[in-house]
């Protein structure tokens, strides 16, 4: 099974493509991989969002990209993301049967966690990377907070991330970033991109 080590372990972002029409995803897509800049995620929080999976997935397929499904809140749906191409899925928090359910389908799952009980959880899940989210809410002192009871964690700080702010939770130790608005904007991508490449350099 892909894990997320193989995943990012040389990329910082995952670029999350919410509420796109599937066209419009995957010209988004396509500029994130052009840039070299991250992994994508498409939610599937509605029908668009799934149409959307399938053709990022598709177009990634042909390009040698791997595509993420997000939002994925039961074990129902794991199914269908696999089926629409996904290779790995994310949640905004965590259920230990959408984890299970990914994992039985050959994908790495991503949970969201908020609390030490959610990642004691997680981790006991199997999963040794974690979306910490809201990120922008819980702030860079949660994450260095949680490093002492839970070093070998790897946080991807996920809500809100703006390149204003990047920097300050990659300080702290996030591996990755889960960004919106703030990579798919006008410029946005660049500007993250600049602040992720200059923290790693």
């Given amino acids: 099974m892909l894990t997320f080590d193989e995943l990012l372990g040389k990329q910082k972002l995952i670029v ?9 995803a ?9 840039a070299g800049a991250g992994v994508v995620e498409v939610p599937v929080q509605d029908e668009t969002g799934f149409a959307a999976l399938e053709a990022v997935s ?16 039961t074990a129902g749906q794991v199914g269908r993301v696999r089926d629409a191409g996904a290779a ?34 997680a ?13 922008s809410a819980l ?24 390149a204003e702010t990047a920097a300050d939770f990659l300080a702290v130790g996030a591996r ?12 946005g991508l660049g500007a993250l991109l600049t602040v992720v490449n200059k923290a790693a350099g």
Avoid: Y
């Fill in 16 to 24: 999350i493509l919410r509420g796109q029409a599937p066209d419009r």
């Fill in 58 to 73: 598709e177009a990634g397929r042909r390009a040698g990209h791997l595509v993420g499904a997000g939002t994925v809140l």
């Fill in 139 to 162: 702030g860079p002192g949660w994450f260095r907070e949680m490093r002492g009871p839970f070093p070998g964690v790897n946080f991807v700080a996920t809500g809100g991330i703006t």
């Fill in 88 to 121: 790995f899925t994310i949640a905004p928090g965590f259920s230990a049967e959408v984890v299970a359910a990914s994992h039985a389908a050959g994908m790495p799952h991503l949970p969201g966690v908020a609390t030490a009980t959610e990642l004691q959880q």
């Fill in 123 to 135: 981790l006991s899940a199997g999963c040794a990377w974690v979306k910490a989210f809201p990120a």
């Fill in 176 to 187: 990755a970033l889960g960004v919106g608005s703030a990579a798919t904007k006008p410029g």
């Fill in 26 to 34: 995957v010209e988004l897509a396509k500029a994130v991989w052009d």
